[in-house]
């Protein structure tokens, strides 16, 4: 065999070295990622802007014990920081969270 072709065969044979830079590249995309997913099927709220009550779908009744009341954007006694409107205590929308 010539010495190309064995070359070849070598370069078929191995994979290619991670370099750092690669490795710290991939690792900024990966991270990126992460962070645009967790975005995903949130809504970008402005400071201050809220949603309607149909965007939220919101329910005046709780959610297999989920409930306005225990969550961490509902404000005593009637209010929410993301939908407008009164909500009550015991209402459900999707945006729910549970209080830490």
Known sequence: MSEERIETVR????????????????TVLAAA???GFG??????FAQGAKVTKA??????????GERCGRCLHYQFPF???????PVSFH??????????
């Open 91 to 100: 209402g459900w929308c999707r945006f729910y969270r549970a209080r830490a």
């Open 39 to 44: 975005a995903v099927g949130r809504p970008a």
């Open 11 to 26: 370069s078929l044979e191995s994979p290619p070295a991670l370099s750092r830079r690669l490795m710290l590249h991939r």
């Open 55 to 64: 965007v939220a779908e919101y329910q005046r009744f709780p959610n297999n």
């Open 79 to 85: 209010g929410c920081a993301l939908v407008e409107g």
């Open 33 to 35: 990622a992460v962070a």
